[in-house]
C-alpha cells in the first residue's frame, strides 16, 4: 500500500477542501454536459468543429472522473491508502486521456484549417465518415500510449514509507517513491514527450502560421472577427493544457507538483468548456434557444 500525502494536513482544512473540488466537479459534469446536449439537440451545431468539440468535453468529464471523485473520497474520509495496482491504473487512464486530448487538440487544429483555407472543400475533405475515423484514431493513440509506461511500473517496487507527494496517482510522483531504479521510465517519459508530444505540438501549431495569413486576407471584418474567435478559443485550450503538462512532468526543479496537478487534472476540464462556450457566439445562441425551450 501506498500514501498520499493529500491537500493539507489541516483538519480544519479538509471540509473546505472536499466543498470546493465538489463544486469544481460538479460545475466540470454540468458545463461538459450542457455542451454535449446542446451540439446533440441543435442542429445548428451538428457540424465537424462541433463534433470534436463535444468529443473534447466528453475527454473532459471523463479525464476528471478519473482523478476527482479519489480525492474527495480521501478528503472526507481522511483515507490516504491507495494500492499499487490502483495506482498504476489511475495512472494508465490519465496518460490515456492527456495523450487522447493531445491528438484531438491536433485535429481541432487541422479542421480550423481546412474551414478556414479551403471553406470550398470543407465538406468533401471534413466529412462525416471522416470524422469518426480522427476521433477512432485519437482514442486508439490514447489506448497504446500509456502501454508502455504502466509496463515498466509492474516491474518496480516501491517504498511504502515514502509518501505520494501529491493527491492522486501521477507518474512523476510515483517514480520518486520507488526503491527500484527509474532510469527507462523517466528516459521513456523524455523520450515520448519529445517525439510524441513535440511531433503533435507540431501538427498543432504549423496549420496557424496558414490560417492567420489566410484570415489577414478576408475583406469582410465579421467573418474575419469570427474566424479569429474560434482560432484564438482553441489556441488557449492548446497553451494552458501543454503548460500545465510541461510544467508537471518535464520541470526537474519541480520537487511538489500539487498546484500543477490540481491546474491540469482538476481546473482544466473546467476552464476548456468555458472558454470555447464564452467566445463561441452559436454556442450562446443554441444555449438561448434551449433555454427558451425549457420556458
Not at 460538479?26 to 454535449?36: Q, R, S
Request: aromatic share 14%; proline share 5%; hydrophobic share 50%.
Amino acid at each position: 500500500m501506498l500514501v498520499l500525502y493529500g491537500l493539507s494536513d489541516l483538519p480544519s482544512l479538509q471540509l473546505p477542501l472536499f466543498l470546493v473540488f465538489l463544486l469544481v466537479y460538479l460545475m466540470t459534469l454540468t458545463v461538459n454536459l450542457l455542451i454535449v446536449l446542446l451540439i446533440y439537440t441543435d442542429s445548428h451545431l451538428q457540424t465537424p468543429m462541433y463534433f470534436f468539440l463535444g468529443t473534447l468535453a466528453c475527454l473532459d468529464m471523463s479525464s476528471s472522473s478519473v482523478t476527482t471523485p479519489r480525492i474527495l473520497c480521501d478528503l472526507y474520509t481522511q483515507n490516504r491508502l491507495i494500492s499499487i495496482q490502483a495506482c498504476i491504473n489511475q495512472i494508465y487512464f490519465i496518460f490515456f486521456f492527456i495523450a487522447s486530448e493531445i491528438v484531438l487538440l491536433a485535429v481541432m487544429s487541422y479542421d480550423r484549417y481546412v474551414a478556414i483555407c479551403h471553406p470550398l472543400h470543407y465538406i468533401q475533405i471534413m466529412h462525416w465518415k471522416n470524422c469518426v475515423l480522427l476521433v477512432s484514431v485519437t482514442l486508439t493513440f490514447g489506448l497504446i500510449f500509456p502501454l508502455p509506461h504502466t509496463l515498466l511500473l509492474l516491474n518496480l517496487t516501491f517504498c511504502s514509507s515514502k509518501p505520494l507527494q501529491s493527491f492522486f496517482c501521477d507518474l512523476p510522483q510515483l517514480l520518486q517513491v520507488s526503491c527500484s531504479d527509474t532510469f527507462f521510465n523517466l528516459l521513456l517519459i523524455f523520450f515520448c514527450g519529445v517525439l510524441f508530444g513535440g511531433g503533435i505540438l507540431f501538427l498543432t501549431f504549423y496549420p496557424y502560421s496558414i490560417i492567420l495569413n489566410t484570415i489577414m486576407k478576408i475583406p469582410s471584418k465579421g467573418i474575419r472577427s469570427k474566424a479569429f474567435s474560434t482560432c484564438s478559443s482553441h489556441l488557449t485550450v492548446v497553451f494552458i493544457f501543454y503548460g500545465t503538462i510541461f510544467f508537471n512532468y518535464f520541470d526537474p526543479n519541480a520537487k511538489d507538483s500539487r498546484a500543477d496537478s490540481v491546474f491540469y487534472a482538476v481546473l482544466t476540464p473546467l476552464l476548456n468548456p468555458l472558454i470555447y462556450s464564452l467566445r463561441n457566439q452559436d454556442l450562446k445562441k443554441s444555449l438561448t434557444r434551449f433555454i427558451h425551450q425549457l420556458k
